[in-house]
């Protein structure tokens, strides 16, 4: 589903922004979050097991992720729909390849902080694409 520049854009280090339908009478409302696309061609992100997110996800598996090339380069975006499905195994191991990624490897400032989520309950979101958008100059 992805083009070979969808895939350069989305093995970078940048946010996107996740949204789940929201409860009640709410708007849905993006979040910022790490990501990695998979040998599969999925997109997942770590979260903490006891977030609204995974409650709403829980209830309607369903999400969105844009992620968007940064300020001054030629605008090129891509936006992925599909079902989303949360998994308790590997969610660790992600967060730590994540924070290698976005902090870096030897980023000890962030180090106590990145210890602490592997005492946590975390869970792993896979979006499984089944909708694919894209823009690019």
């Given at each position: 589903m992805f083009t070979e520049s969808d895939r350069t854009l989305l093995t970078r280090p940048l946010q996107a922004h996740i949204t789940v339908a929201p409860k009640?009478?709410?708007?849905?409302?993006?979040?910022?979050?790490?990501?990695?696309?998979?040998?599969?061609?999925?997109?997942?992100?770590?979260?903490?097991?006891?977030?609204p997110r995974v409650s709403r996800l829980r209830e309607n598996p369903r999400a969105s992720i844009v992620v968007v090339a940064p300020v001054g380069e030629d605008e090129h975006w891509v936006s992925v729909e599909g079902e989303a499905?949360?998994?308790?195994?590997?969610?660790?191991?992600?967060?730590?390849?994540?924070?290698?990624?976005?902090?870096?490897?030897?980023?000890?400032?962030?180090?106590?902080?990145?210890?602490?989520?592997?005492t946590e309950d975390l869970v792993r979101i896979v979006l499984h694409p089944e909708k694919v958008q894209r823009y690019r100059i």
């Amino acid at each position: 589903m992805f083009t070979e520049s969808d895939r350069t854009l989305l093995t970078r280090p940048l946010q996107a922004h996740i949204t789940v339908a929201p409860k009640g009478e709410r708007w849905p409302a993006p979040r910022p979050v790490w990501f990695e696309l998979t040998a599969d061609e999925e997109l997942q992100i770590f979260s903490f097991a006891g977030t609204p997110r995974v409650s709403r996800l829980r209830e309607n598996p369903r999400a969105s992720i844009v992620v968007v090339a940064p300020v001054g380069e030629d605008e090129h975006w891509v936006s992925v729909e599909g079902e989303a499905s949360i998994h308790t195994d590997g969610a660790h191991e992600l967060a730590q390849r994540l924070a290698d990624r976005y902090y870096g490897e030897n980023d000890e400032a962030h180090r106590e902080l990145v210890d602490s989520w592997m005492t946590e309950d975390l869970v792993r979101i896979v979006l499984h694409p089944e909708k694919v958008q894209r823009y690019r100059i």
